[in-house]
C-alpha cells in the first residue's frame, strides 16, 4: 500500500508542477493571457508542498521524484500536446520510473 500511495502522490505531485509550467509557457510563446500566471503560481505552490507530504528524506524524495516527472511529462507531451511518444521517449521513461522504485522502495539498510 506504501507503494501505490507514493506512486500516486508522485503522478499528482508532477501534473500540479507540469501545469505550474505551461501555463506560462503558454503565455510567453502563445501569447495567452497573462492571466494564466495565477494559476500557474498556485499550481507551482501545490506542487511544492506535496512533496513535502513524503515521509522520506528530502533529497531521497527529489531524486526519485525526477523520475516520475519524466514519465508524466511524456504523457502530457501525448495527451495535451498531442505528440506521440517516440520508442525511445517510452524506454527512458520506464528507465526512469525503474530509477525511482530503485530509490524509493528498495530496502534502506543496505
Known amino acids: 500500500m506504501f507503494e501505490l500511495k507514493t506512486l500516486a502522490l508522485f503522478l499528482v505531485t508532477a501534473v500540479a508542477e507540469i ?47 525526477g523520475g516520475v516527472y519524466i514519465f508524466v511529462a511524456i504523457l502530457w507531451l501525448w495527451s495535451v500536446e498531442g505528440i506521440r511518444p517516440t520508442t525511445w521517449d517510452l524506454v527512458g521513461s520506464a528507465v526512469a520510473m525503474l530509477g525511482m522504485a530503485i530509490i524509493m522502495f528498495a530496502p534502506k539498510n543496505a
Not at 19 to 40: E, F, H, N, R, T
Open 19 to 65: 501545469v505550474g509550467c505551461y501555463l506560462p509557457w503558454l503565455w510567453l510563446k502563445q501569447d495567452k493571457s497573462i492571466w494564466l500566471l495565477v494559476p500557474a503560481a498556485l499550481s507551482l505552490a501545490l506542487f511544492a508542498w506535496l512533496l513535502s507530504w513524503h515521509p522520506t528524506a528530502a533529497g531521497r524524495t527529489y531524486a526519485a521524484y
